[in-house]
């Protein structure tokens, strides 16, 4: 293990190189890249990673297309072939790939993307929205917010695991805050390929094409798709337990201890909760410990992973919970912020759950802003449609 100064774009390149060198002795790995602000960087230094395996001949290849439709296409044509696989995208480019992230979910690819949230436009915008992945959330993929660029490279090693396993079989989508994250530097522990090897074990795809002719991708009629998204559903509803015995392999490799689904912060004596995604959990512990400081009963809750969404999870941990503010940096039109649609019902009975949209387009978020929602959120009789918090410039 060895600590390097990191950008979490470079976190996530030099975790899928590890990935894919750990493959060389069975399929290789690959991908199709594309680049588009603020992920470039990111498919910049894989293209420059030597992926030769131990009998000197090239066990990778990182192919670059003109689109990240086609992207996704080689990702979904490797895959088929058993290979480990691995792309990255953003914004406007996750919405150009649409069609094929729902295609590789639907045959059931264990492929590994890392999306840097970036606003959807135009008007064009740059900085961070979580509005582009969270428009993916009906697409089949597992969906993974990350906080520093520590858990960027933690969770893209462990989603391999993850999605391969045979229980699973799904393609995983790990999210990280664009510039927030992507482009800054963070002293990041990069294992030994000898840990990566022991953690991630060779990709043996059930269903990957072989010689043998078989038809991939024909007509379904309607008994066959709903026996599919049976199937589809129950590798979902096994994610949960999968993961946490990921966990427990995790651990015990590397010597850390990926978070939980729904990660607590203060929650023991806690009646108001602040729930957030990313890395505004960072800026809601430090209100939080200021709030504690005072003698406020005020903890927090960092969603991790989005998709399968921690029902079970949330209904727990917001048990004791009075007034709950839902954080999100993202818009459904129409109706409010996604995170706080969806957690919906698992709050307890009588629990007064308002939601807050804040730093939409990239603004900062900052601890003051955290405070004023929280103070907006005591002061509150009832409910609310969604609040638009505008931050500072």
Known sequence: MTAEFLSANHAAATAAALAGRANA?????GGGVYPITPQSECIELL??????????RSRGEIVRVESEHSAMAVCIGMA???VRTFTASSSNGLAYMTE????????RLPIVMMAVNRTLGPPWNIWVDHGDTLMLRDSGWMQFYCEDNQEVLDTILFTYRLAED?????????CQDAFVLSHTMMMTEVPELEQVERFLPLLDLPHRLTHEPVTVGGMDFPHETEIHRHQHAAAMAAVPAVYRECQDAFEECFGRRPADAVEP?????ADTVIVSMGTMASTVRAVIDAARERGEKVGALRVRMFRPFPDAELTDLLAGAKRVAVLDRDISLGKGGVLWSELRGAEPRDCLVQNYVIGLGGGDVRPHDIQNLLDDLRGRDEVSAPRLMEVAP
């Open 166 to 174: 045979r229980r699973v079989l799904l393609p995983a989508l790990v």
């Open 25 to 29: 002795s069975a399929r290789g790995f």
């Open 265 to 269: 912060y203060r929650m023991d004596d």
């Open 47 to 56: 293209c420059k990673m030597d992926f030769t395996g131990p009998d000197g």
């Open 100 to 107: 094929n992230v729902f295609a590789a979910a639907m045959y």
């Open 80 to 82: 088929q072939a058993g």
